[in-house]
């Protein structure tokens, strides 16, 4: 870390750690453990999909990135560009691989790659081409990117679209902290939510969460507020708690998604603005992408855009082959008994066409990634890696076997 007097400059400087390691032998993970909560939300934002790829050469979608904030560790994985242990290893432990991650210039890699500082025309339009799509559909492309673990990343249920029309909500994330259920002095003026939304590039959905154990006990949205927010570029509401002048929000031109609906203010007032939320189980931050429709709302990561729209109508092309075949005449019990499993996983997978023979994986099809050094990645396991690796693990047999017989004999 830097001296306490001054400002880090790079990642590692701001971190207690940056590491890498081996996660097997045909991965490694880079792990980067921050000492405080500003650190961690630094490192959180700037560590991005775009960034790993631009930085080790791999593609967004063979990535995995976890983000541990109780412990203010984030983790990115992805595939070894040349398996552990073969022939061309040059870092049998990986070792070495976080020093780019490290050097990172923190102020200029957050201007390049943070996706909320600034809403381009090319990202409007990325974003605006999310609303075709439903949140399932969304979702099981997600699921294929491995941009983020399958439990989570979606609201859980316990909130509904109170309000709102078929067209799936699109936006950035403002959020808020609110209390009603006891009085209290640690009320804020609502013209902080208002001013937040009107800083914020592109079109905004609100997210609030209601602080009461349980919430609802009284309403922030009913026709007052919701009137003022629909004079602002809000896409969206969403809150844990109730709403209520439900004939009023309705008509209103952006939906609200809450647990329900409740009759008064009761001691009603906002806590907090810009800070981290969690509703219906999905935790939020502010400048978060959300998409929303009847099923409920999905965070889309860093990293997401443009990816997710090539992938979800990869899915659904597979997906429809499946249905069109099933109500066709060619359709029988036994065709489908005999169906083998990795063929009906390819439509939840996106895989264009089954593993071919010497892979392990079915894997989605991904351009050639040029590694430091002029190593090639493909995006795929073969048997040829398995080939090395036995080879070297022979090797590394024998040459112990022939130096514990030259002990012995030297002994004897």
């Given amino acids: 870390m830097a001296d306490p007097g001054d400002a880090p400059a790079t990642l590692g400087e701001l971190a207690l750690e940056v590491r890498s390691k081996n996660a097997g032998p045909f991965w490694m993970t880079l792990e980067a453990f921050m000492p405080d909560d500003q650190a961690y939300r630094i490192a959180d934002a700037l560590i991005t999909a775009e960034l790993i790829s631009e930085l080790y050469h791999v593609p967004p979608a063979s990535l995995q990135i976890f983000r541990i904030p109780d412990l203010r560790v984030v983790k990115v994985s992805f595939p070894r560009p040349i398996v552990q242990g073969s022939l061309r290893d040059r870092d049998m432990h990986a070792g070495q691989h976080h020093v780019p991650l490290a050097n990172v210039n923190v102020s200029a890699a957050q201007r390049k790659h943070h996706p909320r500082d600034l809403m381009t025309a090319t990202s409007v339009n990325a974003t605006e081409s999310l609303a075709r799509w439903d949140t399932p559909a969304l979702s099981n492309a997600l699921d294929a990117l491995r941009l983020r673990p399958r439990g989570a990343g979606y609201s859980d249920g316990s909130i509904q679209r109170i309000t709102g029309t078929a067209a799936p909500m699109v936006g950035r994330a403002v959020t808020a902290r609110m209390a009603a259920r006891e009085p209290g002095e640690d009320g804020i003026s609502v013209s902080h939510l208002h001013k937040a939304i009107a800083q914020t590039d592109g079109p905004v959905v609100v997210v609030l969460e209601d602080r009461d154990d349980p919430a609802g006990a009284g309403a922030f949205l009913g026709e007052v507020n919701g009137s003022l927010l629909a004079a602002l570029p809000v896409k969206g509401v969403i809150t844990n708690g109730r709403v209520r002048d439900v004939a009023e929000l309705r008509a209103f031109p952006y939906p609200v998604y809450a647990a329900g609906l409740c009759v008064a203010r009761a001691y009603m007032r906002l806590t907090d603005v810009g800070t981290d939320v969690t509703v219906a189980g999905l935790t939020v931050r502010p400048g978060d992408l959300l998409h929303g429709d009847e099923h409920g709302v999905l965070h889309l990561p860093p990293g997401a855009l443009p990816d997710i729209i090539e992938q979800a109508e990869l899915i659904r092309e597979n997906e429809q082959k499946i249905v069109e075949w099933s109500r066709s005449a060619d359709f029988s019990v036994d065709k489908l008994l005999q169906l083998r499993r990795g063929e009906l996983a390819e439509a939840a997978c996106g895989c264009r066409k089954p593993a071919p023979p010497g892979h392990m994986l079915c894997v989605r099809p991904s351009a050639r990634s040029t590694m430091p050094g002029g190593q090639v990645w493909s995006g795929r396991l073969t048997c ?29």
Avoid: P, Q
């Fill in 384 to 412: 040829d890696d398995f080939r090395l690796v036995g080879l070297k693990l022979i090797f590394l047999v024998v040459t112990r076997a022939v130096s514990v017989l030259g002990l012995s004999r030297r002994e004897a």
